[in-house]
């Protein structure tokens, strides 16, 4: 597990930014967010606080709430990477490779 101090990866987060039908270049975060839940099992919050896709390198990130102290990571799937509050154990983001291959 890898362990991460509060605060955001991008200083520039939307509070309340509603989960949206799509990214840039077409991707379907709704239908990425679908997938993500049946590959995992895990229920992911409805309310993303934070998006960004790093071009050229596939990977999307999504947060959905900060971590009140430390967040902890692990891997779910290949592809899929999962952090959590550590003191909640809130989901509170996700990263996603490739996510145009779910």
Known sequence: MIERRGGTLNSRARHGLKVSAALPLG?????????????????????VIEASLAP???????RFREPKGLELGEP????IHLNRDKD???VTAIEVVDPEEL
Not at 32 to 42: D, H, K, P, Y
């Open 27 to 47: 991707l379907g975060l709704k239908r990425v967010l679908s997938r993500v839940e049946a590959l995992t099992g895990v229920k992911l919050p409805g309310e």
């Open 76 to 79: 779910l799937h290949p592809k």
């Open 56 to 62: 050229g390198e596939g990977v999307l990130h999504l």
């Open 88 to 90: 909640t154990g809130e």
